[in-house]
């Protein structure tokens, strides 16, 4: 994730060429209801914090992007993603749930259309169940259940820098 003297910082994902020796960034969409523009997932400052991570699926080439920001409201959103040929993400689904600490509401979305309870819920539940492997994690919180069962010891994910070295070694 990078940031340059931000409050936001982007996740970065990167594939590497062997042939051309240089790491190729992928593009993904990661849209969420908690007012991200971007595209992308970010770590932003707000009062509560966020808390992510990123894991990969069962099944052959699914990736897995949870995250909750906690402020005004807790806004959880998980997607999941399927790698294509080359560069090419696809966003399969987005799931997301808006907690309010003031009204005690609690709804759930499914791409963006509102969605019941048992709906939203199942999304999250089959998110929980597809974890295979853990590549980022921030932090465990309680609000989102689908991090009580990972284990942050592991993870996968290393600075770009480190990566390109990982890989010049090999190649």
């Not at 991570?53 to 069962?58: D, E, L, P, T």
């Not at 499914?110 to 994690?137: H, K, T, W």
Request: hydrophobic share 35%; glycine share 8%.
């Amino acid at each position: 994730m990078i940031a340059e003297d931000q409050y936001i910082a982007e996740l970065c994902i990167y594939t590497y060429d062997p042939d051309q020796r240089e790491a190729v960034q992928i593009h993904y969409d990661y849209k969420d209801l908690s007012g991200a523009e971007s595209g992308a997932l970010t770590d932003a400052e707000v009062a509560g914090g966020t808390e992510f991570m990123v894991y990969a699926g069962k099944e052959p080439g699914s990736l897995y992007m949870a995250r909750i920001v906690t402020d005004e409201a807790a806004f959880s959103d998980i997607s999941e993603f399927t790698f294509g040929e080359g560069t090419r993400v696809t966003r399969n689904w987005t799931v997301s749930n808006i907690y309010s600490y003031y009204d005690k509401t609690d709804r759930y979305y499914l791409n963006g259309e509102e969605v019941s309870s048992d709906e939203g819920g199942r999304y999250f539940a089959r998110s929980r169940d597809n974890y295979r492997e853990l590549i980022m994690f921030s932090g465990y919180t309680d609000i989102m259940s689908v991090f009580s069962h990972v284990q942050s010891d592991r993870p996968v994910a290393m600075t770009y820098e480190d990566a390109m070295d990982w890989l010049d070694e090999r190649v």
